[in-house]
């Protein structure tokens, strides 16, 4: 069955540093990640999504992700972080192929400090 | 901008009623997802709607849970009757295609006492 881990249930970095927030999967097949946010009393918004290609993506408000095929690793990073950036992040895997079902990490909530 | 819109944004109701959310995905959306949130389970899929057909409920407790799109602009998830630990923020998230993005809404906090 397909899962994805996020290790970290807290990130703490302060304002101007870099950041990585860590995610690892686990597919038969293809993986296809993704990338969300939420924002205290909001949905998820979407970040970034790595399908194929480059194993760099860049997405959303200067994040960017790493697919590492043989870590089974889609690291979330940032090079300076910000105060806004504070919020919860999911790594969410769908497998190619199957029913299309996002499956979703537990989450890992970025705290900013300035 | 175009947004996924969940109604109510709260609802608190006692054990063995019933309860209604409803969503309207984004126009031309073919996908539409319930997801639960939880502090202690995170985000559990629920249902899965391609096209309006339910593709995937296996995440969803049948007893007392039913997930519908009586068309293409509505999705309703039913508890019937509900329980204190169906308390929760559901969510509906909408797409297009298998590997696009998907929009959330924002939610529907609710509270079964």
């Known amino acids: 069955a397909q899962s994805v881990a996020q290790p970290e249930d807290q990130v703490n970095v302060a304002e101007g540093n870099p950041l990585t927030v860590k995610c690892t999967y686990s597919v038969s097949g293809n993986p296809y990640l993704f990338w969300y946010v939420q924002y205290p009393n909001r949905g998820l918004q979407f970040l970034l999504k790595?399908?194929?290609?480059?194993?760099l993506v860049k997405g959303s408000y200067g994040f960017e992700a790493e697919f590492n095929k043989s870590q089974t690793s889609f690291h979330l990073k940032k090079p300076s972080a910000l105060v806004s950036d504070s919020a919860l992040y999911f790594c969410a895997v769908r497998e190619s192929g199957a029913t299309n079902k996002l499956i979703f990490g537990t989450g890992t909530l970025l705290a900013v400090q300035p | 901008d175009a947004r996924v819109t969940q109604t109510p944004r709260h609802k608190v109701t006692e054990m063995g009623q019933e309860v209604t959310m409803r969503c309207q995905p984004i126009?031309?959306?073919?996908?539409v997802f319930w997801y639960r949130q939880t502090m202690m389970q995170g985000l559990e899929l629920l249902a899965y709607f391609r096209n309006r057909a339910p593709l995937d409920d296996s995440g969803m407790p049948k007893d007392r849970f039913s997930a519908e799109m009586p068309d293409a602009t509505l999705a309703t998830l039913k508890i019937q009757p509900s329980e204190p630990r169906d308390s929760a923020v559901y969510f509906c998230?909408?797409?297009?295609?298998?590997?696009?993005?998907?929009?959330f809404g924002s939610g529907t906090q609710l509270s079964v006492l």
């Open positions: 126009l031309g959306h073919n996908t």
């Open positions: 790595y399908i194929t290609g480059d194993n």
């Open positions: 998230a909408s797409g297009w295609g298998a590997n696009e993005k998907l929009f």
